[in-house]
């Protein structure tokens, strides 16, 4: 009897073993911010879809607006005041909900896919430029595709 006790309980310690060996392996998940990274710097720029200020379509001022992201910087092109040409960014935590952008404006990530990225901001300034508008204040939403 005592031998059968102890071949149960070695046959229980290879078992777990075995477990524990077995979810050592592989790599570690990515958190929602390495996993959002992948997603807006992959595949080439973001072209704008649309802008909402304060919930008005404003996509007008914003025309042949295009950012592309780096692990840790951005360009664009056409962002006027809003968007400088380049900077940097990174996540304000490993939620990557909120981007710091390098000119202190944070920018909240509402939607990141591999064809969809939808940024919002609060712009606190309104600009005129020649013979138009360059910025709102207000709460911006920008669309992006692919």
């Known amino acids: ?10 046959k229980i310690c290879l078992l777990l073993l075995t477990l524990l060996i077995g979810s050592c392996s592989g790599d570690p998940e990515p958190t929602p911010a390495e996993m959002n990274t992948e997603l807006m710097t ?3 720029a973001w072209k704008l879809q649309n802008v909402l200020v304060d919930g008005a379509d404003k996509t007008s001022i914003y025309s042949g607006l295009t950012i592309q992201f780096t692990e840790t910087t951005f360009t664009t092109t056409n962002g006027g005041v809003v968007w400088p040409s380049s900077g940097s960014w990174s ?14 404006i944070e920018i909240k990530l509402v939607e990141v896919s ?7 901001l609060t712009w606190t300034k309104s600009t005129i430029g020649p013979g138009r508008v360059s910025s709102l204040s207000g709460s911006h939403t920008f669309t992006f595709g692919k």
């Open 1 to 10: 009897m005592e031998t059968k006790h102890i071949n149960h309980n070695l």
């Open 42 to 44: 992959a595949t080439g």
């Open 91 to 104: 996540f304000k935590d490993d939620s990557g909900t909120v981007i710091n952008r390098s000119d202190g």
């Open 114 to 120: 591999t064809s969809k990225l939808v940024l919002q």
